[in-house]
């Protein structure tokens, strides 16, 4: 049976041991046997990742087969790769793996049995293993006796450096994802990322074309006494993964999942947070899980006691740790809930001028679902003294391989369909933008998210923003009012209406240049400046 596995994946022939689907303790063992890394005072197993500690987005390419030429979007995020080419690395790949150690991991993308994919995963690293198996759902016997043949081969091997004159590449590293012959390839890079979000680029593409399931880069978590679902969307450092590991509700899970006809499902059977300067404090769930059958990535970890420094950024700024979703302690561990009672939008507004709280229609919904905005604090760039606007469309333009149009008709479908009410919650600043203002405070954030969960924010009356379209409360228990409206809290009205206007025109100027084929009802319910 393995043989023919690894026989479909393009490996006729092993020369080295092959492991399949070790535990966490024997893959652990064989890390710290083979130099990879080592534990942790916490128990995880820590690796560096080398000069890749990061995705590599110029790297990522689909290969550019008649089957779905005319579907993907072709440009700078879904670069094309031609087959012949493609044919040269995966020799290449398929050469350099005969000759190693294998870990295998048979893996499944999908909670809901109904639409998961078997992706049968070949490492040369064992760590490399371990995230996989600890990110992925772990297959039940059954589904093990019935995963051949495999719906997706995945083929990663960070010791081969390619050369980019022969092979194409644009670097030594490459991810080459094929829809056609159902593989993917990782080369040159020890990023484990990659693995994760190569398989959900996948699931990006199989699930809409195959199934009519709604992908999204997103975080969910349900109510334990109703079952109301809520997700949310939001770009990194937004506050989505501490916005919903809430201690009173059920994480579904943190960042990858489908919307099929009544029911929200995880992609995933793991995590894979940010690590840097989390504390137990500040992120206790996160904090507590990172424990024996956790990896932790470029952690800076002390020689001596073994103790990680999560404030350490030495080695980079992106630090992570992976581990199964059942290391937190109320997570929802089928990975399923109902169709999304709720819908939260989070942006990190610098500039000061998007509400703290707005209220959706579905054409508004699916005007900020297209658009993806936040912003960033202007860092240590010599000359950059604003905040930077930053649209990454669908919360998630890197890993969407197929028309933003198509995903968006699907996401107002579904929401108008189950009566799912939107909202927009900004968690960035208030009184004024970065330097001026306040940031909005983590309680009153939460406040607001419970008030639009519970659905009491719609006793509220509300006000429409005339700049940016959007339905305001007046009131929200436990709040400040004057919060609640931005303008009100700015001391100079005349310098709000002018930086509210500059960021409505970023919102046209993005959607414009991006969407000249948006539908006029939705372009209408986006900001006017």
Same mark, same amino acid.
């Given at each position: 049976m393995l043989q023919d596995q690894l026989a479909e994946a393009g490996i006729a022939s092993t020369h080295g041991a092959v492991l399949v689907d070790g535990s966490p303790a024997v893959l652990v063992e064989k890390a710290l046997k083979a130099n990879e890394g080592h534990l942790t005072s916490t128990g995880a197993l820590a690796v560096r990742t080398g000069r890749y500690t990061g995705r590599s987005p110029r790297d990522r390419f689909i290969v550019d087969t008649p089957d779905v030429h005319d579907q993907i979007a072709w440009g700078p995020v879904n670069m094309p790769f031609p087959p012949e080419g493609y044919e040269r690395v995966k020799r290449a790949v398929c050469d350099y793996l005969s000759t190693r150690d294998l870990y295998v991991v048979h893996a499944i993308a999908g909670a809901d049995r109904r639409w998961c994919r078997k992706f049968l995963v070949v490492c040369e690293r064992a760590s490399q293993a371990l995230f996989a198996r600890q990110l992925l759902v772990r297959p039940s016997k059954r589904q093990l006796q019935e995963f051949e043949p495999q719906d997706f081969s995945v083929l990663v091997a960070p010791g081969l450096k390619l050369d980019p004159e022969e092979y194409g590449t644009n670097s030594e590293a490459v991810v080459l994802i094929n829809f056609q012959d159902r593989e993917i390839l990782i080369a040159g890079t020890m990023y484990s990322g990659e693995i994760k979000k190569s398989i959900f680029s996948v699931m990006n593409y199989l699930m809409p074309v195959e199934e009519n399931i709604l992908p999204m880069h997103s975080s969910a978590n349900m109510d334990p006494v109703t079952g109301e679902t809520a997700v949310f969307f939001g770009l990194s450092g937004t506050g989505k993964t501490t916005l919903s590991a809430d201690p009173q509700r059920m994480l579904i899970g943190d960042d990858e999942h489908g919307w099929a006809e009544g029911s929200v499902f995880n992609?995933?059977?793991?995590?894979?947070?940010?690590?840097?300067?989390?504390?137990?404090?500040?992120?206790?769930?996160?904090? @507590?899980? !990172?424990? *024996?059958?956790?990896?932790?990535?470029?952690? +800076?970890?002390? $020689? =001596? /006691? %073994?103790?990680?420094?999560?404030?350490?950024?030495?080695?980079?700024?992106?630090?992570?740790?992976?581990?199964?979703?059942?290391?937190?302690?109320?997570?929802?561990?089928?990975?399923?809930?109902?169709?999304? @009672?709720? !819908?939260? *939008?989070?942006?990190?507004?610098?500039?000061? +001028?998007?509400? $703290? =709280? /707005? %209220?959706?229609?579905?054409?508004?919904a699916m005007y900020h679902f297209l658009s993806g905005f936040t912003s960033k604090v202007a860092g240590t760039e010599r000359g950059v003294t604003e905040p930077q606007p930053t649209f990454s469309t669908l919360f998630g333009e890197p890993f969407m391989p197929l028309s933003p149009l198509r995903y968006a008709d699907m996401f107002g479908e579904k929401m108008e369909k189950a009566g799912t009410r939107v909202y927009l919650i900004n968690t960035g600043w208030t009184g004024g933008p970065y330097g001026v203002g306040n940031r909005m405070?983590?309680?009153?954030?939460?406040?607001?998210?419970?008030?639009?969960?519970?659905?009491?924010?719609?006793?509220?009356?509300?006000?429409?923003?005339?700049?940016?379209?959007?339905?305001?409360p007046k009131h929200v228990e436990g709040v400040e009012d004057r919060v609640l409206m931005p303008r009100n809290a700015w001391a100079d009205r005349d310098e709000y209406e002018r930086c509210a206007r500059k960021v409505a025109r970023m919102f046209e100027e993005n959607a414009a240049q991006k969407y000249p084929d948006m539908p006029e009802e939705v372009r209408a319910a986006g900001p006017h400046a």
């Amino acid at each position: 049976m393995l043989q023919d596995q690894l026989a479909e994946a393009g490996i006729a022939s092993t020369h080295g041991a092959v492991l399949v689907d070790g535990s966490p303790a024997v893959l652990v063992e064989k890390a710290l046997k083979a130099n990879e890394g080592h534990l942790t005072s916490t128990g995880a197993l820590a690796v560096r990742t080398g000069r890749y500690t990061g995705r590599s987005p110029r790297d990522r390419f689909i290969v550019d087969t008649p089957d779905v030429h005319d579907q993907i979007a072709w440009g700078p995020v879904n670069m094309p790769f031609p087959p012949e080419g493609y044919e040269r690395v995966k020799r290449a790949v398929c050469d350099y793996l005969s000759t190693r150690d294998l870990y295998v991991v048979h893996a499944i993308a999908g909670a809901d049995r109904r639409w998961c994919r078997k992706f049968l995963v070949v490492c040369e690293r064992a760590s490399q293993a371990l995230f996989a198996r600890q990110l992925l759902v772990r297959p039940s016997k059954r589904q093990l006796q019935e995963f051949e043949p495999q719906d997706f081969s995945v083929l990663v091997a960070p010791g081969l450096k390619l050369d980019p004159e022969e092979y194409g590449t644009n670097s030594e590293a490459v991810v080459l994802i094929n829809f056609q012959d159902r593989e993917i390839l990782i080369a040159g890079t020890m990023y484990s990322g990659e693995i994760k979000k190569s398989i959900f680029s996948v699931m990006n593409y199989l699930m809409p074309v195959e199934e009519n399931i709604l992908p999204m880069h997103s975080s969910a978590n349900m109510d334990p006494v109703t079952g109301e679902t809520a997700v949310f969307f939001g770009l990194s450092g937004t506050g989505k993964t501490t916005l919903s590991a809430d201690p009173q509700r059920m994480l579904i899970g943190d960042d990858e999942h489908g919307w099929a006809e009544g029911s929200v499902f995880n992609f995933e059977g793991g995590c894979y947070a940010k690590a840097i300067r989390i504390s137990a404090h500040t992120e206790p769930q996160i904090y @507590n899980a !990172i424990r *024996f059958g956790a990896l932790c990535e470029n952690v +800076v970890v002390d $020689p =001596v /006691s %073994r103790k990680p420094d999560y404030f350490d950024d030495s080695l980079t700024e992106n630090t992570r740790v992976s581990y199964p979703i059942d290391y937190i302690e109320n997570a929802q561990v089928m990975g399923q809930g109902r169709y999304p @009672n709720v !819908i939260v *939008f989070l942006t990190c507004d610098s500039f000061g +001028v998007l509400p $703290p =709280v /707005s %209220r959706l229609d579905r054409n508004g919904a699916m005007y900020h679902f297209l658009s993806g905005f936040t912003s960033k604090v202007a860092g240590t760039e010599r000359g950059v003294t604003e905040p930077q606007p930053t649209f990454s469309t669908l919360f998630g333009e890197p890993f969407m391989p197929l028309s933003p149009l198509r995903y968006a008709d699907m996401f107002g479908e579904k929401m108008e369909k189950a009566g799912t009410r939107v909202y927009l919650i900004n968690t960035g600043w208030t009184g004024g933008p970065y330097g001026v203002g306040n940031r909005m405070d983590l309680a009153s954030t939460r406040i607001m998210v419970s008030a639009a969960l519970d659905g009491s924010i719609e006793e509220s009356e509300f006000e429409r923003d005339p700049i940016f379209n959007l339905d305001v409360p007046k009131h929200v228990e436990g709040v400040e009012d004057r919060v609640l409206m931005p303008r009100n809290a700015w001391a100079d009205r005349d310098e709000y209406e002018r930086c509210a206007r500059k960021v409505a025109r970023m919102f046209e100027e993005n959607a414009a240049q991006k969407y000249p084929d948006m539908p006029e009802e939705v372009r209408a319910a986006g900001p006017h400046a």
